[in-house]
């Protein structure tokens, strides 16, 4: 699915795809950006670049970070080829083959094969309407003595929640009591009200790794992330990135930066944020009078998580989806051991064709015999 999704054929609906449209993205900023660079070369932007990456980026994400009462180190902010490469690094750097790494789940499918390559355990914890479930959290923390635990707090991927307050601080207190690094994966907030509370602001990088990149708001084809660490181990992440890459695409982070430093950039992601929150609305309408249920109803992004009311198998939807040119996300690709399940993941942003819901629609109606066995569905 990973592999069909990202080949970019036209011709299919992603309707379970993790990404926008790009209608939803700067592309004027991109435009605007290369004019600028173009008649004043960035200095920074033609050699392999500084191996933490570009100074004036790495300064204004700072500042960024500040706006959100994150307070960063400029030798701790590190840039990276997207947020793929950071959570990467960071796992590298605090885990050995063979260590315990606990995940959400559901969660960010791309994410288990990559522990797996490294050679660690991967533990799931349930992710709940509020956040991941405390109570599995604390049994399995005790009891598995895990490294890290890699998390959204803010609109999860797949299924659009964010994080209680009351739940980030309970993280953040058992994270404390049984030793174990978190890694906040904040890809996703750029899209998120500003206030919704982070373990980078509460901890603010004492153990807490936060990641995240301009993929979801600026472009995807940038590959522009960074990780803020706390300071006693940015040495080594920046080892383990020269080692593998030695510096990150100082060219596309001179357009990030040109980008940023326009002073337009915070506008887009108003624009981005109202036109999401239409989106949601008129996707959640669709999806339940085709006869599916949502999970919850997020507050920002994209990702709806749904299931027919019926309970039909998603991956019998989803084969039959596929011979229509449809793509759909069924949900046990989020689980890191494939457990069944129920729902699917669907992309607000991607489902507006009326193919798709002629299609859904025609499942619930007939394809009732082809049911889900509840027993499965955790």
Known sequence: MLQRAYENNASIIQAGCGWLPDSYLFR???????MALGRRPDPEMSGYGNPYGHTGLRELIRLLLLRQGIRCDLSALILTHGASQALELSIRCLTQPGDTVLVED???????????????QTIGIPR????????????????????AFILNTRLHNPTGTSCSPSVTHHVLSLAERHDFMILEDDIFGGLADENTPTLAHLDQLNRVIFISSFSKTISPGLRVGFLACPATISARILRLKMASSLTSSSMNEAIVHTILADGRYRLHLEKLREKLAITRKTAISSLEAAGLEIFSYP??????WARFRTGLDPVLVARKAAEQAIMLAPGFLFSPDQH?????????????????????ECCYANMEGHTFPPSADR
């Open 28 to 34: 004027e900023g991109i435009r605007h950006a290369l």
């Open 106 to 120: 559901p969660g960010y499918c791309n994410l288990f094969p990559a522990l797996e390559a490294l050679g660690l």
């Open 128 to 147: 709940l309407h509020d956040g991941p479930c405390l109570a599995t959290l604390e049994r399995i923390a005790r009891t598995e003595q895990p490294k």
């Open 299 to 304: 507050d920002g992004g994209m990702f709806l």
């Open 340 to 360: 069944q399940t129920s729902w699917l993941r669907f992309n607000a942003s991607q489902i507006d064709d009326p193919q798709l819901f002629r299609f859904l």
